[in-house]
């Protein structure tokens, strides 16, 4: 056994085996996809992470790898829907497309208006001015905006965008689950958003993943992500062993803003599990920078006001009197120039001119445009030059300069514009550190969906930790004793999110404190017409009070040593500023413990304090057996002697110890208490709001599904309709109707095309099922007698074969049994043979006696007693057991005799009937028919083939009885033998004595052994 200081506990298998289910278990139900959203301005991005599927990019119902940013109510003719009735809703392309029809209920860039007030942003208006034919109004108190629709009475509450907004999340998140099917549920999410969001924006687009039914992970940066996704392909040295980390610049210029954000990207080396170490990747943000109205659409913007301008200057438009501003005002118009304005800009990036053409543009006026790429450059070049503000605002922010940085990788679907990047290779100096070296469009997505794998306990990826920036301060203001108002701050905006810090407060009763951070005033934020304020929080201490009193009373802790903290953090998964949690504390003084039952146990498994002896490692033992067992002999020696010496010592310390003082130390004492969170109004709806959402969600919900059911319906009736008009000009159908059964189906079906021309489309479902069901009930019929006609003859010719089968066997079950019985007959006659002929034998021997040695000769001796009992055990042969019974004879002649007659029968009926009328028995009845002749012989065949039983092993009681039974059976034939012959010599003597001719005195010795012998074989 090793010494106690180096034994190590090990814990027993079965408990080890119960943990590792217990984690199995737990790892199994974890599992589950989740997504990366790049929720953009224009176009909407997702990428999927599912087990066996590492990540995939979400397609659209068409089949494109990103899907405009859109949802659209196809209006009603009536152009408002009854009540209770809800609008059919379109996303994506068709969303796009449809916008030139119905472009006041087309709801695009949904993410640009996130938590900006309706009445003072810029953005709102100048996306009323893009879109002017959509109704946008404030929404309740929060000030945000919302949508009036026109497919809806003017009394119908307005859509907010964050309800809107669920509802593209929604069709996002159907697409990525036809993806994978029934196996893994959909619902875990990160989404990328811009660095400049502020607490209205967060709240915004966590209120619309809640109405979408999505748990979010957590957020990132768009330039993180696009980081997160480049860091995954390449691996950075360790700045532990002296590398130097990398600095890149990703710049993105979007659909709706351009922001500008530095990484720091290096490797650090770690403590991993144990005494190991590893090296992870960093990913830091450390500054960004932003310009949140200069992206693709402001370049649009730029297309769309020449377009609208030339149209005026052409000689069809000067003679509408018209003015450009007219033109854009035309909600049709203008959104047939902003959905070809897009492409106009996306051509000129690759050629140097391109033209597009309308047809009755604007009042039936048709337009043909032609624009240059110089041409646009001119145009655009204001626009070009505030490239250079997040730029600059971002260097500033991480301190850096132009020099410093590694790379600028180019991000955007903006960013492939030649004049974009002519101007970015200005701001660099160096053309070489523009990259192109991810994918402009899916970086984000793939770095969001990274992120999330790295959240989700259900994979394990590459250790990236990415720090993402809190980019505004963040404040508390709470009042002191005197009452006064008091404002410090917490976090800085280069503080990361998740970051914590603890704060102490002198309250020692309930107080509140404001968590918030100061509202940007910048071009494009919520707050820019210069409305200076603050967004946060009110956080409401509860039970501080009972906190302090079990302080005073249980540790007897006085007032004024009681101290009062709080944590707050930044929320890691939205990276919204919060308290986390409070204490009140005091600190005492107590005398010091002696080790515990608990510290004992850490020492006996080799957990005891570093440096105290109890962890060394193990020694080698290199003495022999020899030196072990002298060892053994000398302490057994001087055991006697050492005993009294160890009793006097310890008796002598116990002493010394009693004598010593007690040791004090400084014990801290803490109690928790709670806090009860207040969002400031612009932050929140209220829940009986939010629950309204929820119910006209679901009812969409609802209604897309009956809709989509009707017109499943209404397919499957004209489908239907088409199919039984072909039929009435195929012979191989009309054949097996009459002409009154055709003219119905013809006239039916002449009303029911009628019906669905004039009221189909607007009819119910369960009315478009009648109007179905009653065209097959007239079809259907007809069709059945087609295809029994057609099955028929192959499935009768198969049920005489199967016939002729049996009555094959049936002779050879015959033939089985006759042989049977005259093997039987062979055998018996056999058997009577050897009797006869053993008796025969006895007889000779005693004849042979009599005449030629006299009675004396009676006597047995060994020969002769060995042929007579030779003789009278012949072997009697057993007769030949029969394959078959007459039993199985019966059964299968009698199913053969039934399915024979009952075909004859339905075939003679079927002869007699005509093409039209209903056969007497179907393909179904000849199948079962052929299956239980089947069964019948497969019953008897089955029967023969079964194996004789195995003998059963016998156990060693078995055998000990099996060995008696034999030697008693041994006794009682000896016995039995013995008997015999005893009344074999008494007969002789008997003879010897009464004989008077010795023939008849022979034949009467003779009778008698063999009754006697009779007697013997009995009792054998």
């Not at 990236?464 to 002191?480: C, E, F, G, H, L």
Request: proline fraction near 4%; aromatic fraction near 6%; charged fraction near 30%.
């Amino acid at each position: 056994m090793a010494p106690p200081g180096r034994r190590r506990a090990t814990l027993p298998s079965l408990s080890l085996l119960i943990i590792s289910l217990l984690f199995l278990s737990q790892s199994v139900a974890a599992v589950s996809a989740v997504l990366g959203i790049d929720l953009g301005t224009e176009y909407i991005k997702a990428v999927l992470v599912k087990p066996g599927t590492p990540l995939e990019i979400v397609l659209s119902k068409d089949s494109k790898r990103k899907e405009p940013s859109v949802v659209s109510f196809k209006t009603p003719k009536s152009n408002a829907v009854a009540k209770g009735v809800f609008p059919e809703r379109f996303y994506g392309s068709a969303a796009q497309a449809l916008s030139a029809r119905f472009p006041g209920d087309a709801y695009f860039n949904l993410k640009q208006l996130l938590g900006l007030p309706q009445d003072t942003s810029t953005v709102v208006k100048e996306y009323k001015a893009r879109y002017p034919a959509v109704e946008l109004v404030t929404y309740n108190k929060r000030g945000t905006t919302a949508f009036k629709s026109k497919s809806f009475e003017s009394h119908e509450t307005p859509f907010p965008v964050e309800e809107l907004l669920a509802m593209v999340l929604k069709n996002v998140v159907s697409n990525a689950q036809t993806m994978t099917g029934k196996a893994y549920k959909v619902s875990n999410v990160v989404f990328t958003i811009p660095p400049f969001s502020t607490i209205e924006e967060k709240s915004a687009l966590e209120l619309a993943a809640n109405l979408a039914g999505l748990k979010v992970l957590g957020v990132v940066s768009d330039g993180l992500a696009v980081g997160i996704n480049y860091a995954t392909s390449r691996k950075f040295e360790s700045i532990n062993d002296g590398a130097k980390p990398e600095y890149h610049m990703i710049y993105d210029v979007g659909a709706g803003y351009t922001t500008a954000t530095i990484l720091k990207m290096q490797g650090r080396t770690v403590k991993d599990v144990g005494k190991f170490n590893k090296t992870v990747q960093e990913v830091i943000v450390m500054g960004t920078g932003w310009d949140r109205t200069l992206g693709g659409d402001a370049l649009n913007h730029v297309i769309i006001q020449d377009m609208a301008t030339k149209f005026i200057e052409s000689s069809a438009g000067k003679k509408l009197g018209k003015t450009a501003a007219d033109v854009l005002a035309d909600g049709r118009a203008s959104a047939r120039l902003w959905k070809d304005a897009e492409k106009v800009r996306q051509v000129l990036s690759a050629n140097q001119q391109t033209q597009a053409s309308w047809e009755e543009l604007y009042q039936d006026v048709d337009f043909k445009y032609k624009l240059a790429r110089g041409d646009f450059e001119k145009q655009a070049e204001p626009f070009a030059e505030r490239l250079a503000a997040p730029f600059a605002s971002a260097l500033k922010a991480a301190n850096l300069t132009a020099a410093d940085l590694d790379s600028v990788i180019l991000h955007g679907g903006a960013i492939r514009t030649p004049l974009i990047q002519k101007h970015l290779e200005g701001l660099v100096g160096d053309s070489s550190k523009l990259r192109s070296n991810v994918n402009s469009d899916e970086a984000a997505a793939f770095g969001a969906a990274f992120k999330a794998a790295s959240i989700s306990p259900s994979f394990r990826v590459k250790e990236i930790r990415a720090y993402d920036s809190a980019v505004y301060p963040t404040w508390i203001q709470y009042k002191k004793k005197d009452g006064k108002t008091t404002q410090q701050k917490i976090f800085t905006s280069s503080s990361h999110v998740g970051a914590s810090k603890v704060v102490t407060l002198p309250h020692q009763e309930d107080f509140e404190i404001y968590v918030f951070q100061k509202r940007p005033t910048d071009a494009g934020s919520p707050f820019e017409s210069g409305a200076q304020g603050n967004s946060g929080s009110t956080f409401k201490s509860t039970k501080l009070n009972d906190a302090i009193a079990k302080l005073t009373k249980d540790f007897s802790c006085k007032p004024e040593d009681i101290s009062t903290k709080v944590t707050l953090r930044l929320d890691p998964v939205w990276g919204l500023p919060e308290v986390s949690g409070g204490t009140v504390s005091c600190d005492r003084e107590v005398a010091e413990k002696e080790p515990g039952v608990m510290d004992n146990v850490k020492d006996f498994l080799g957990f005891g304090k570093k440096g105290d002896g109890s962890q060394k490692p193990l020694k080698d033992d290199k003495k022999d057996s020899s030196s072990s067992a002298s060892s053994s002999e000398k302490s057994s020696s001087s055991s006697s002697s050492s005993s009294a010496a160890a009793k006097s010592s310890a008796k002598d310390a116990k002493d010394a110890k009693d004598a010593k003082p007690a040791k004090t130390t400084i014990k801290t004492e803490t109690v928790k208490f709670d806090f009860n969170a207040e969002h400031d109004d612009s932050t929140t709806v209220p829940f009986v709001e939010q629950k309204f959402i929820n119910e006209r969600l679901r009812l969409f919900g609802v209604s897309d599904k009956e809709r989509i059911t009707r017109e499943e319906d209404l397919n499957n009736l004209e489908g239907f309709t088409y199919k039984a008009r072909d039929l009435l000009t195929d012979e191989s159908f009309t054949g097996f109707a009459s002409k009154p059964m055709l003219k119905d189906i013809e006239d039916l079906i002449k009303a029911t095309s009628s019906w669905v021309s004039e009221e189909g489309f607007t009819a119910a479902s369960d009315i478009l099922k009648e109007k179905l069901k009653a065209l097959h009930a007239l079809v259907d019929p007809i069709r059945r007698r087609k295809d029994e006609a057609e099955k028929r003859p192959q499935l009768t010719t198969t049920l005489r074969e199967a016939l002729s089968q049996a009555q094959s066997f049936i002779k050879i079950i015959e033939e089985s049994i006759e042989s049977s019985a005259k093997s039987a007959s062979s055998a018996a006659a056999e058997a009577s043979k050897s009797v006869e002929d053993g008796a025969s034998s006895v007889t000779s021997a005693i004849k042979g006696e009599t005449t030629d040695g006299g009675l004396e000769s009676l006597e047995e001796d060994e020969s002769s007693s060995s042929s007579t009992k030779s003789a009278t055990t012949t072997a009697i042969p057993e007769p030949f057991m029969p394959q078959y019974t007459a039993e199985d004879l019966s059964e299968l002649a009698g199913s053969y005799k039934t399915v024979e007659e009952w075909l004859e029968k339905k075939l003679k009926e079927q002869d007699a009937l005509k093409p039209w009328e209903e056969p007497v028995f179907d393909s179904k009845e000849i199948s079962s028919k052929a299956t239980d002749l089947n069964n019948a012989l497969m019953k008897i065949l089955t029967k023969k083939m079964k194996p004789p039983p195995k003998p059963k092993s016998k156990s060693k009681s078995a055998k000990k009885a099996a060995k008696s039974k034999t030697d008693e059976a041994k006794s009682k034939a000896t016995d039995a033998a013995s008997k015999a012959t005893d009344t074999a010599s008494k007969a002789t003597d008997k003879i010897k004595e009464e004989v008077s001719t010795p023939t008849d005195k022979a034949k009467e010795a003779a009778e008698t052994v063999k009754s006697k012998a009779s007697d013997v074989k009995d009792e054998l």
